[in-house]
């Protein structure tokens, strides 16, 4: 079992910035993949950002030059810096992970959510 923990959400005026963090927790044997994703309501949830354990990264177009991912390998810790926020921003952000457990199962897990609120 993999848990994953947010933190960061909140609300902020267009223009401003703010920064989520995702910490995973379990029994872990690797983490190949992290990213955040986002979802507004009435909308699909859609890929924000990922980032493998090489630190490849991959954004939406939406987000390209105004938001960055990160990880931290060793805290097994995947973080977001959103710069430049627009209200069509505001959404729920969630935490994903995906790789392989000690005896050889792979998960996906989910971040419990935290809210993004931009305000024009």
């Known amino acids: 079992q993999v848990q994953l923990v947010e933190s960061g959400g909140g609300l902020v005026q267009a223009g401003g910035s703010l920064g989520l963090s995702c910490a995973a927790s379990?029994?872990?044997?690797?983490?190949?993949?992290m990213g955040w994703y986002r979802q507004a309501p009435g909308e699909q949830r859609d890929l924000v950002a990922t980032?493998?354990?090489?630190?490849?990264?991959n954004l939406a177009d939406s987000v390209k030059g105004r938001f960055t991912i990160s990880r931290d390998n060793a805290k097994n810790t995947v973080y977001l810096q959103m710069n430049s926020l627009k209200p069509e921003d505001t959404a729920v952000y969630y935490c994903?992970?995906?790789?392989?457990?000690?005896?050889?199962?792979?998960?996906?897990?989910w971040g419990q959510g935290t809210q993004v609120t931009v305000s024009s």
């Open positions: 994903n992970a995906n790789g392989q457990l000690y005896g050889g199962p792979y998960y996906t897990a």
């Open positions: 379990g029994s872990i044997f690797s983490i190949n993949t």
């Open positions: 980032i493998t354990s090489a630190g490849t990264t």
